[in-house]
Every structure is written in C-alpha cells, then in structure tokens.
C-alpha cells in the first residue's frame, strides 16, 4: 500500500497542531520536506476523508486541542508517534550520550585518561602561537579532551543539550552532520582553549554550541523546521558572554572553558552557512 499524499505547505507553517489531531487519532502519518515545502503523507488511503476534514478545519482555525479519552490524553497523544519510538529514530544521538556517559564512568575506574589532560603541556605557553606546534598534534590528541566531564552536573547538562540539539537535527536525517559537527566543533573549541589556557580542560559544551549555532542559524535563514525555540541559541550566547565578563573580572570566577564554547559556536556557525540548505542525509 503506497503512501498517500494529502498536504503541501510552507516550511515555515507550524503542523504540529494537525499532527497531533493525526496521533490522537491513530492515523499512521509522515511529514517530508521537499522541493522547498512540507509534504503530509498517510498510510492508509482508507484514512483520506477523515484526514482532509481535519485540513480543512486547520486552515479554517476551528481545529480544536485533541480530545482526551479513556486511551489517550492530550499529551499523550502528542507523543504516541513519538515517545518510544523517538528513542529508535535518534539512534546517533542516544549513542553520543551513551559514549559521554561511559566515559565519565570510566574516569572514575581508571586513570589511563590522565595523560588527555596534559596533552603538548610542554609546549604551552611559550609555543602556543608556533604553527609547528599545532602541525605536531595529533587530531585524537587535542579532540579526545570532548569526552572528559568533571562533575555529574556538567555531563547530565550537556547530554541534555545533546538530546535536545543533535534530537532534531536526527529527526531531520541530518546524521552526516552531526558527526561533522561532533569532529570539527570538537578539535576547533579545543584548539582555542588549548591556545587560550593550556591543557587541562575537557567536556562536550563545544559540540552542543555548534549543534546550537547550526539548528538556530538554519532555523532562521532556511526557515528549517527543527522545532527549537528560537530563544534558545540567544540566551546560551548570552550566558556565555555573561561568564566570559565575569572571568575577565574575577579570574576563575566560574571554571567555565570558554575557549571551547566560542571555538564550538563559531565553527558551528560556519558549517551551517556553507553545508547546502537541503542537508545530505545518512
């Protein structure tokens, strides 16, 4: 049975409202961009004229919220598509998480992560402005820092982001680039904090502000339609700046790297402007 289309619109048109009406009503569906708009397909050619009722009552605005049931609540009904499965359409994502969490337990069994902490230490910093030193790191070298988290509070945020994040960029197909922002985000924050205050640092934040730049700048110029509040990316610079004041201030006032949040955010930034609008898909 081959899916039936029954809508185009805009990419900038929310169809969450409809969608959720589909959930609700247990009507197997998938939105698809393409060619510039979103395309609403069925499952089910059976579910048509039920369907573009529905339409019709969304483009009138008479659409009510989704009635609650004995089976299904309304919020329940939001997620019926979603919940569980969601965890199976963002596989990338669940396994970054994974890789961060099992590394942070492993810090706390081993000590054979001690030697990413002082990584070319000898070079800094009377060499950090040599462009033969940078030529004699290797790219393990200065990324691996990504995976260390010191404390429970910093990688519970951080996955968070992540699930949030690289969570819409997944649900979109856009695997090939989360990986290239895991990699360059990675090594180009790392560079920076590296040059900034020398070995000694670690965490992801630099990935989960490129992943930030990259969803808030394609949200906003290819009206994209991740589903993350626009505010977001606006008040994560914001705090950033906030903290970087606050260092230069009060040195070591909040222990924050800013070197890998900047670098992250920057390439992340970039990589979104260059990479083409529809997102190669892997």
Not at 173 to 197: K, Y
Not at 253 to 282: D, E
């Amino acid at each position: 049975m081959e899916p039936v289309a029954v809508l185009s619109a805009p990419l900038s048109v929310d169809l969450a409202p409809l969608t959720s009406h589909l959930w609700a009503q247990k009507i197997p569906h998938r939105v698809i961009e393409r060619d510039d708009a979103q395309h609403l397909f069925i499952a089910d050619p059976a579910h048509a004229p039920r369907v573009i009722a529905l339409i019709e009552q969304w483009q009138q605005g008479t659409l009510s919220a989704p009635q609650s049931t004995s089976e299904i609540t309304p919020e329940s009904a939001a997620q019926s598509g979603m919940g569980h499965a969601r965890w199976r359409q963002q596989p990338l994502t669940v396994a970054l998480i994974l890789l961060v969490l099992g590394v942070f337990t492993w810090q706390h069994l081993s000590v054979a992560w001690f030697p990413w902490m002082e990584y070319f230490a000898s070079a800094w910093p009377e060499q950090r402005n040599s462009l033969a030193t940078y030529a004699d790191m290797s790219l393990w070298g200065i990324w691996r820092p990504t995976l260390l988290h010191f404390s429970l509070l910093h990688l519970l945020s951080n996955a968070l982001w992540i699930w949030v994040f690289a969570g819409a960029m997944e649900r979109r197909q856009e695997r090939l680039p989360i990986l290239l922002l895991l990699l360059v985000c990675g090594l180009s924050g790392n560079l920076l904090q590296w040059w900034l205050g020398g070995p000694a640092f670690g965490g992801i934040s630099g990935v989960v502000y490129g992943l930030a730049g990259w969803t808030g700048l394609r949200q906003t110029r290819y009206r994209i339609p991740y589903g993350v509040p626009p505010a977001i990316l606006g008040v994560m610079v914001f705090l950033m700046c906030l903290t970087m004041l606050g260092d230069t201030l009060i040195p070591g006032l909040s222990g924050m790297a800013h070197g890998g949040h900047l670098g992250g955010l920057l390439a992340g930034f970039l990589l979104a402007v260059v990479w083409p609008k529809h997102s190669r898909t892997l």
